[in-house]
């Protein structure tokens, strides 16, 4: 055993029995380290480094450390069989692609290509094994590919997640096909797209597979099964479905559905190939369309708020949660002013629909109010008349007495002189009501029409032989045309006596009428 092992200056250095290295391997200068002359195994703790030569043959190298560990070959390593077995964090490709030509065993702890890249196999003759017990391809793994109806796996994912892939062709045209899990939003162009009753508006943000076809691979016919383990932005149902695009393009069924099996999705029949510039393969939330019933019950009065939407929801997949613009999580919702109202329901496996709504109001009450006063002081022929009624239901009902007592006319007549509270409301919503004028004054009338009468002509009265003479109306003629446009009494006189000659007396009479309004 050693622990740490450096090989340097020129010449092949050959093993003389299985390496044991409890620390790190060197190889530099022109130094070929030969293990396959004597048929040897390395087991490695620590870091590969090979600025040199290594000649693999068909031995195997096992990086088993117990804490991180690397490989530097700026121009690449080769080696026959590959197990990682590290209990920390893995094996991380520094620089330089990697290449496993005969068998990969993951045994346990991941391995990180960061910007290289892992290959296994050499050709369409030599495709190589993979054991895979544990452990994750972080970036890109390589396979070459030969022969149908076999799994062939791709054990890649994230440093928390396996999100591996597993391919299986009914077809195939072999090569080598390069994967990789790239988790990042791979974004929604295209969407939404719909097959056999599903649609598919939402993808899985959480990250999507990377497959580029090389060295000449092609199919028309495979199954893909994705493991979505970690996945969080939507819950993985029998209904999420496999979409897929070529170059960044747009997402695409290809092939047939097979209901997911949490945290795994499944397609199979995939006629449309995999690209040379890379296809892409992504989970869609598949959703059974969500219907959305309602009955909206409208404000019945302007700047009310007694307006309602009763929501009836069906499809989807049953155990619906509500949300409402406006706040509430409640299926139906009321004391509704007028507005937009929009729901967003979302079904028992996270698919969702909006709806919008709008809750309508009537225009507000008004109307034209004309009066006219009483005639004559005390007088009752008064009238108010309420004309041009618009806005609510277009149903309208009267009152001038402060909505003590309604009727279905705007004229109001035989009115004496006072103070009107006159308003309107709306027949078929009689709670929505307005004042049109809360203090309407009709006025007693201002009479200048002055009263009419006849007075009597001039008469001779004769006395008798004492001189005494009778001037009563009775003889002299009264008054009986007394006329006025309201009302008015009698006329009355006054008499001035001449009685120079006391047998000759003339009487100057004068008659007077005041009508009722003075």
Request: proline residues 3%; hydrophobic residues 35%.
């Amino acid at each position: 055993a050693y622990w740490n092992l450096s090989l340097s200056n020129a010449g092949t250095k050959t093993s003389q029995g299985n390496l044991d290295i409890n620390g790190n391997l060197s190889i530099s200068g022109t130094a070929n380290l030969d293990v396959n002359a004597g048929n040897d195994d390395i087991t490695l703790a620590g870091n590969w480094s090979n600025f040199g030569t290594f000649t693999e043959g068909t031995r195997t190298v096992t990086f088993d450390g117990s804490a991180a560990q690397s490989i530097s070959n700026t121009s690449g390593e080769t080696f026959y069989n590959l197990i990682v077995n590290n209990s920390s964090t893995g094996l991380t490709l520094n620089d330089g692609n990697v290449i496993a030509s005969n068998a990969l065993t993951m045994t346990q702890g991941n391995i990180n290509t960061g910007t290289n890249r892992l290959t296994l196999g050499t050709s369409t003759a030599a495709i190589g094994t993979l054991t895979h017990t544990s452990g994750t391809i972080i970036g890109e793994f390589e396979r070459w590919l030969n022969g149908t109806g076999t799994d062939f796996l791709y054990p890649i994912g994230t440093t928390s997640s396996e999100n591996f892939a597993t391919l299986n062709f009914t077809n195939l045209t072999g090569g080598s096909l390069i994967g990789e899990f790239i988790a990042s939003d791979p974004g929604s162009a295209g969407l939404p797209i719909s097959e056999t009753g599903y649609t598919v508006s939402n993808h899985f943000t959480d990250g999507y597979w990377d497959f580029t076809a090389a060295n000449g691979i092609a199919s028309t016919d495979f199954n893909i099964d994705l493991d979505a383990n970690g996945f969080s932005s939507y819950t993985i149902s029998p209904s999420s479905r496999v979409i897929k695009r070529t170059n960044g393009g747009s997402w695409v069924f290809d092939g047939t559905h097979v209901d997911a099996v949490a945290p795994t999705v499944y397609r199979v029949n995939m006629t449309g190939g995999i690209s040379t510039s890379s296809t892409q393969f992504g989970i869609g939330q598949g959703c059974i369309s969500i219907v959305i019933d309602r009955v909206i019950t409208d404000v019945s009065c302007f700047g009310g708020s007694d307006g309602a939407i009763d929501v009836t929801t069906s499809g989807g997949v049953p155990g619906y949660s509500f949300s409402w613009s406006h706040g509430p999580t409640s299926e139906d919702v009321s004391g509704l002013s007028a507005g937009d109202y929009t729901l967003t329901v979302t079904d028992a496996v996270s698919c969702s629909q909006d709806s919008t709504f709008t809750v309508i109001e009537p225009a507000v009450l008004n109307a034209t109010v004309n009066s006219i006063g009483a005639t004559c002081i005390g007088g009752s022929d008064g009238s108010i008349t309420i004309t041009a009624p618009s806005g609510g239901s277009g149903s309208y009902e009267y009152s001038i007495n402060g909505g003590a007592g309604w009727q279905a006319s705007g004229s109001f007549t035989n009115l004496s002189a006072s103070t009107y509270d006159v308003r309107i409301r709306d027949a078929l919503v009689p709670t929505c009501e307005i004042t049109l004028d809360g203090s309407l004054v009709l006025t007693d009338g201002n009479d200048a029409i002055p009263p009419t009468f006849t007075a009597p002509g001039p008469i001779t009265i004769f006395s008798d032989a004492s001189c005494a003479y009778d001037a009563s109306v009775g003889v002299t003629g009264d008054v009986t045309d007394e006329a006025d446009n309201c009302g008015v009494g009698e006329a009355t006189y006054s008499d001035a006596v001449d009685a120079t000659d006391p047998c000759n007396i003339i009487i100057t009479r004068t008659w007077s009428l005041v009508d009722d309004a003075g």
